[in-house]
């Protein structure tokens, strides 16, 4: 029985290797994912977790920040928002780093409709 040889990951217009660079688009929530949309031209799916990134991270800051204008509900609403938050967050990375093109709900279709939107 012949044993395959790993598939070597495909390199970035960055060259670094895909799932390594997917993963550093989580790594400091829409901050890094902007970074990597405007930096990395040819990899749809770094491109992908990227823009996954900043939409995700980016619509749950603004969420925390209107719901800081709340009393008591907004603090409670707003911790279990930032348990969400770090789940995806982690889930991002993960999926990402395995090589994976793992959709979260609802922002994963708004990533997948934009990315090829946005051609910076």
Do not use: C
């Not at 990134?53 to 920040?65: E, N, R, V, Y």
């Not at 928002?81 to 990375?93: N, P, Q």
């Amino acid at each position: 029985m012949e044993e395959i040889p790993p598939e070597e990951p495909k390199k970035t217009s960055l060259g670094m290797d895909e799932n390594v660079e997917g993963l550093l688009a989580y790594v400091l929530g829409w901050l890094t994912g902007i970074i990597f949309l405007l930096l990395e031209k040819e990899s749809d799916f770094v491109r992908f977790h990227a823009m996954q990134s900043t939409i995700t991270f980016l619509g749950l800051t603004i969420l925390s920040f209107i719901l800081g204008f709340i009393p008591v509900i907004g603090a409670v609403l707003g911790g279990l928002l930032w348990i969400v938050g770090l789940i995806f967050w982690i889930l991002g990375m993960v999926k990402a780093y395995q090589g994976e093109r793992y959709k979260f709900p609802v922002f994963g279709n708004l990533a997948e409709q934009w990315v090829g939107k946005v051609n910076v």
